[in-house]
């Protein structure tokens, strides 16, 4: 229990210092925001700062540090230590960069930014693996609160036809202006994820002594034997470092009314998101007592496994917290994340979204496809582990390319030393998390695991050469 509280000391200490470190190297100013600048009534709306926070933390959440942190705690209580200094050092850097960076080019996806600052073939390289990471997104969170869904209702309703119902919200919640439906449900329910993991750990810690919080340990506990490196880097995104972040924080970046409320609503609710997946990755293991019975329990389900940690815990009170939170939380990213590949199809095909026509010409498609998508995680028994395996590597090779569009933006403000090495460290480590992964992986390459290791550690360190290379030569160009 001394390494959670520890671990909820740094993150807070971390949002302090470190975060204000981080907005000193971005140096926010008084220039309009898209909210003032643009206010297109769709898109470009003000938000007040709470709700923008609030809002954030609900696109960038779900039941990401939930499902992710459980998977997660199967390892063992060195999963605290990633999500701590992952979230510290890496996530929320990550999500304040790209929700700044567009800010300042009128709300921008991160695919534009990537052909802003490295160039026309990652643009639309990035155009094409953000729509499809969004729509695995968008399928997965449909699925397991459809899946709920179908296990408390009867029979006529099914997981098809909840699926269908989702969709038709997702159809609403794409379409209207942000501030119509999404800005005035997201508050209600970002508080009621707060209050789900405050209820479960204060459940764990005043049980008597029924359940025990593991202490922090480097050593592996997995009871499949699945290496930490780099499995545990992986399936931990939300929580530590997440690439679909990349793909809300311009959303909400088109929200915010200054450029100085960027770390509390960006920072911020990262650091928030990673003390709720430091909740469930405790509750886990004190829960189940070992991580090979919390991995048992995992192949019923995640979802099942929030239900039973939640009423084992609380009761009554917590299964109706569990159901409508695992209902609730996955459904607002979702519906954020198809209104995220709108928005970047809307960009490639330079369709004025004020039009509610043009809104419907790229939303019909996209649902179409997740709809399809969530047929066949629907009909197939490991359906739902397949897609959330390809969207997990998917969204932290996204966190890299992101991580790296950061880095070229502050080589290209002239952050020259710290500055820049502020996202070009978290985005090498990620380059390697995410090349040896695809390497290793049954669903990547299946290559010998040394040489997966060796590959993944050269990919990272090319691109760090790189990165030094243009360092020096920045720095010697400033000089003369």
């Known amino acids: 229990m001394i390494s959670l509280f520890i671990s909820f000391s740094v993150l807070i200490v971390g949002y302090l210092i470190y975060g204000r470190v981080t907005e000193k190297v971005f140096a926010p100013d008084d220039r309009k925001t898209p909210a003032i600048e643009v206010n297109d009534g769709v898109d470009c709306v003000p938000m007040k700062k709470w709700k923008a926070f609030l809002v954030q933390l609900l696109n960038i959440a779900g039941t990401g540090p939930i499902f992710g942190a459980l998977m997660g705690a199967v390892f063992g209580p060195v999963v605290f230590l990633w999500i701590v200094f992952g979230s510290i050092l890496g996530g929320a850097v990550h999500d304040y960069m790209s929700g700044m960076i567009s800010s300042r080019h009128n709300g921008a996806s991160i695919a534009e930014l990537s052909g802003t600052y490295i160039g026309k073939a990652a643009k639309w390289f990035m155009r094409l693996f953000s729509v499809v990471l969004l729509i695995l997104c968008g399928t997965v969170f449909v699925t397991s609160p459809a899946g709920l869904l179908d296990s408390l209702t009867p029979d006529w309703m099914n997981g098809t036809f909840w699926a269908v119902v989702i969709l038709v919200y997702y159809l609403l919640a794409t379409l209207l202006p942000i501030d119509k439906l999404i800005g005035k449900l997201y508050p209600v329910f970002g508080v009621l994820l707060i209050v789900m993991a405050g209820a479960v750990i204060g459940g764990v810690i005043f049980s008597g002594g029924k359940y025990t919080i593991p202490e922090l340990s480097l050593k592996n506990l997995h009871s499949a034997g699945t290496p930490v490196w780099p499995y545990m880097f992986i399936t931990v995104a939300c929580g530590a470092v997440s690439g679909f972040h990349a793909t809300q924080s311009p959303m909400i970046a088109k929200c915010i009314k200054s450029e100085k409320e960027g770390r509390s609503v960006f920072y911020g609710a990262m650091i928030c998101e990673s003390v709720i997946a430091l909740v469930w990755a405790a509750a886990g293991v004190a829960f189940y007592g070992t991580t090979g019975l919390l991995n048992e329990a995992l192949k019923g389900g995640a979802s099942n496994v929030v239900y039973e940690i939640s009423t084992g815990v609380l009761g009554v009170f917590g299964g109706i917290l569990a159901v409508a ?66 969207f997990s590597w998917s969204n932290q090779t996204l966190a890299m390319i992101a991580l790296w569009v950061s880095t070229a933006y502050l080589l290209k403000e002239g952050k020259y030393r710290f500055g820049s090495l502020l996202t070009a460290l978290p985005a090498t480590f990620m380059t390697s998390v995410s090349i040896t992964y695809i390497l290793i992986a049954d669903e990547g390459f299946r290559l010998d695991r040394t040489v997966s290791y060796i590959a993944g550690a050269a990919a990272a360190a090319i691109l760090l050469a790189v990165y030094v290379f243009a360092l020096i030569r920045k720095t010697l160009s400033k000089k003369s």
Do not use: H, M
């Open 325 to 390: 939170g695992v209902i609730v939380c996955p459904i607002t990213s979702g519906d954020t994340a198809f209104r995220s590949a709108r928005l970047i199809l809307a960009e490639t095909f330079r369709l004025d979204q004020k039009k509610i026509k043009n809104r419907l010409l790229i939303t019909v498609p996209l649902l179409a496809v997740g709809g399809l998508l969530t047929w066949f995680a629907i009909v197939n028994d490991n359906g739902f582990q397949t897609v959330w395996r390809y």
